[in-house]
């Protein structure tokens, strides 16, 4: 069975996860080149409860973000593909939207983590969470890692 889902099948999961006594915790991004700090990052957000669900933001919402020309180096389906391989991930969800609002909203996690380079009242979803007495949860980015930084190595080569 596939853990790459679309919203509907990933409220389902939540619902059933939930009847179960497990907590769900959520956290989204691009996840282009995938590298030990996201691997680490998703770790520790698995860490937070029972199952994690990771919202991926789609081609045409990395596209928007202007991460960069060329952006994403790697389509949204490969990176569903990659992410949803790791141990640490218990199901993957694309979302079309610039932020992940709608899918907080639909999935209402227990937990909803982000990596602490986001501001707390940056957090999008973060009211949505607290207000069903959920916790954000703002995780430690390793040191040296980041996509930016190795596309940057590689065209330097």
Do not use: C
């Amino acid at each position: 069975m596939s853990r790459i889902l679309s919203q509907d099948d990933a409220v389902a999961l939540v619902e059933r996860l939930r009847r179960r006594g497990r907590v769900v915790v959520f956290t989204n991004g691009v996840f282009d080149i995938l590298h030990p700090g996201h691997v680490r990052y998703l770790a520790e957000a698995r860490r937070q409860g029972d199952a994690l669900i990771v919202g991926l933001n789609s081609d045409d919402s990395v596209r928007r973000l202007a991460k960069g020309p060329g952006r994403p180096v790697n389509p949204e389906s490969e990176r569903a593909e990659v992410l949803s391989a790791l141990a640490s991930v218990d199901a993957v969800v694309i979302f079309d939207e610039d932020t992940p609002l709608e899918i907080v909203t639909a999935l209402q996690p227990d937990v909803l983590v982000k990596g602490a380079d986001w501001a707390a009242d940056a957090i999008v979803g973060r009211d949505v969470v607290e207000a069903r007495g959920g916790s954000v949860v703002r995780v430690p980015m390793a040191e040296g890692y980041s996509t930016s930084s190795i596309l940057e190595r590689l065209q330097r080569r």
